[in-house]
């Protein structure tokens, strides 16, 4: 076995290890994201459903023809 080959097969090991940081990185953020957001809609969703409704809305549909 060469130097050459030698070589090149710890390349690849060091970029394969590289990209899978780099996945598990961007996944890591992903999840941060998507985190972020529910802390984000969570007191409007509540706020929602502490809002009164008027009697009978939602409940009819005014059509013209």
Not at 15 to 23: I, S
Not at 24 to 46: T, Y
């Amino acid at each position: 076995m060469d130097i050459a080959s030698v070589s090149g097969i710890a390349s690849l090991a060091i970029n394969t290890n590289n990209t899978n940081n780099a996945e598990a990185v961007n996944i890591s953020v992903l999840n941060k994201a998507l985190d972020m957001q529910v802390l984000g809609v969570a007191p409007l969703i509540q706020s929602i459903a502490q809002s009164p409704q008027p009697g009978g809305l939602g409940q009819y549909v005014d059509v013209m023809v």
